[in-house]
C-alpha cells in the first residue's frame, strides 16, 4: 500500500512561524512533524510515499528529497494553489495507483500503528476512518462509529483523525486542478453505508495553533 501526506496547506493559524516555512516541517522535539510521519511510515512498512504541497513547496523538497534517508521513496504532487483535500487526492491519484492508499494530515501527531491499516482490505468499501475522542478545541466531534460503520450522526461524535485509507474510485470524476473538499465525498458514501472506521485510543494531537505546537515541542523534549 502507498501512503500520501497531505502538505499544501498555508497554516494561517500558525503564522508568524509558517511565514517562512511550511507548517509541515514546523518542528517538535527537535524534529519537523513531516519526518516523524515519514519514519513512523517505513517503521510500518510502507516503501513509497506521495506528498502534495502549494505554499513554500519547494522547501519540502528540498528538505525531504528523494525520501532515501527515512527508507521509503517519496514523489511530489506540486499545487499552485491549494485544492482542499479531495482536489489534492484527486490530482496525486496517477502517483498513487489502482489500489486502496492511506493518507494522513502532515500536521498531526501520532502513535497509531500504520502497519494495521497497511494490512486493511477495504473489500466494497470506499473509506476506513480512523477517528479518535474529541479534544477540547473540537468538543462536538464529526461522525458517529457504530459496529465498525462511519454515520453522519449518532449518540456520540467522534472526532476524525485526519488519517483514513481510501479507494481511489472515492474520488472518480474529479478532474485535476479542481478544488474539492473531502467531507462530502465522505457522506455520500456514509449513507451509502461504504465507509468503516475505527476508535483510536491512543496518543493523537492536532498541531492546529502555535500553542498546541509549543505544548507538545515541551512535552517531547522532556522525554
Not at 468499501?125 to 473540537?138: I, S, T
Request: proline share 6%.
Amino acid at each position: 500500500m502507498k501512503a500520501m501526506i497531505l502538505a499544501a496547506g498555508r497554516g494561517v493559524r500558525m503564522r508568524p512561524l509558517t511565514d517562512a516555512c511550511p507548517k509541515s516541517l514546523l518542528e517538535v522535539g527537535g524534529k519537523p512533524l513531516i519526518v516523524r510521519l515519514l519514519q513512523r511510515l517505513a517503521r510500518a512498512g510502507f516503501g513509497e510515499a506521495v506528498i502534495n504541497h502549494a505554499y513554500l513547496g519547494h522547501m519540502i523538497e528540498a528538505a525531504l528529497g528523494d525520501g532515501s534517508r527515512f527508507g521509503l521513496s517519496i514523489r511530489y504532487s506540486p499545487e499552485r494553489e491549494a485544492l482542499e483535500t479531495a482536489g489534492g487526492i484527486a490530482q496525486a491519484l496517477p502517483l498513487l495507483g489502482p489500489e486502496p492508499f492511506l493518507v494522513v494530515n502532515a500536521d498531526i501527531y501520532s502513535d497509531h500503528d500504520f502497519s494495521a491499516l497497511a494490512q486493511l482490505d477495504l473489500r466494497d468499501d470506499l473509506a476506513h476512518l480512523v477517528l479518535v475522542d474529541n479534544p477540547p478545541q473540537h468538543p462536538r466531534g464529526d461522525f458517529a462509529l457504530s459496529a465498525g460503520r462511519v454515520r453522519e450522526s449518532g449518540e456520540r461524535l467522534l472526532t476524525f483523525s485526519g488519517m483514513g485509507v481510501y479507494a481511489p474510485r472515492l474520488f472518480g470524476g474529479i478532474p485535476p486542478g479542481a478544488k474539492v473538499a473531502l467531507a462530502p465525498l465522505l457522506r455520500k458514501a456514509m449513507v451509502a453505508q461504504r465507509v468503516s472506521g475505527e476508535h483510536y485510543r491512543g496518543r493523537w494531537h492536532d498541531i492546529g495553533t502555535v500553542e498546541r505546537l509549543q505544548a507538545l515541542d515541551a512535552e517531547l523534549r522532556r522525554r
